[in-house]
T-cell receptor, first 115, second 111 residues
Framework: DAGITQSPRHKVTETGTPVTLRCHQT?????MYWYRQDPGHGLRLIHY???????DKGEVSDGYSVSRSKTEDFLLTLESATSSQTSVYFC??????????????FGEGSWLTVV | GIQVEQSPPDLILQEGANSTLRCNFS?????LQWFHQNPWGQLINLFY???GTKQNGRLSATTVATERYSLLYISSSQTTDSGVYFC?????????????FGKGTKLSVKP
């Protein structure tokens, strides 16, 4: 358990509405990530952060924005949700320390349905 | 970009059987990791193993970086081992969390 909490865990929203998913971690990890998982595509990186206010794009960043105003929170925003953004969203952190420095740990996922 | 191929895509075992899952990479191995996704969707990191061999209980993993493959061994399988097993690695020079995932091996362990 890497102390990662995602919220909400499940959400149904309408096309065109904004949606924000929150990832909260309690262990002061520097690196945080947002992935999406879809049948046939597997897990793909959306955005990641390497520190407060330091973020970068991943493989599938179009339609998404992120913010990290403090170490413990990494927010993923869908400015105007579309049906193609129906997916399971996973937050992840990179471990730190000698034993787990490069190990990636995932949160429990957020199921988002856009109707 | 890097290609990650996993085999077999599906595997059905009787409880107590052993199995070997394989992961091949098209490029050099950097930060190879194995994950288990249980039937409830939870992703658990099993091993961080860029090279060598590690063991954790009934699971062990070996990565031969020079030959660009990794193996995950499951011994004396249990029904709780069911789920999808993913291997993943990141692009050389890229962020270590920018993982490229294989399509997974779906394991079903029957009682």
């Amino acid at each position: 358990d890497a102390g990662i909490t995602q919220s909400p865990r499940h959400k149904v929203t309408e096309t065109g509405t904004p949606v924000t998913l929150r990832c909260h971690q309690t262990e002061n990890h520097r690196y945080m990530y947002w992935y999406r998982q879809d049948p046939g595509h597997g897990l793909r990186l959306i955005h990641y952060s390497y520190g407060v206010k330091d973020t970068d794009k991943g493989e599938v960043s179009d339609g998404y924005s992120v913010s990290r105003s403090k170490t413990e929170d990494f927010l993923l925003t869908l400015e105007s949700a579309t049906s193609s953004q129906t997916s399971v969203y996973f937050c992840a952190i990179k471990g730190s320390g000698v034993l787990s420095g490069n190990t990636i740990y995932f949160g429990e996922g957020s199921w988002l349905t856009v109707v | 970009g890097i290609q990650v191929e996993q085999s077999p895509p599906d595997l059905i075992l009787q409880e107590g059987a052993n199995s070997t899952l394989r992961c091949n990479f098209s490029d050099s191995v950097n930060n190879l990791q194995w994950f288990h996704q249980n039937p409830w969707g939870q992703l658990i990191n099993l091993f961080y193993i860029p090279s060598g061999t590690k063991q954790n209980g009934r699971l062990s993993a070996t990565t031969v970086a020079t030959e660009r493959y990794s193996l995950l061994y499951i011994s004396s399988s249990q029904t709780t081992d069911s789920g999808v097993y993913f291997c993943a690695d990141n692009l050389e020079g890229g962020s270590q969390g920018n993982l490229i995932f294989g399509k997974g091996t779906k394991l079903s362990v029957k009682p």
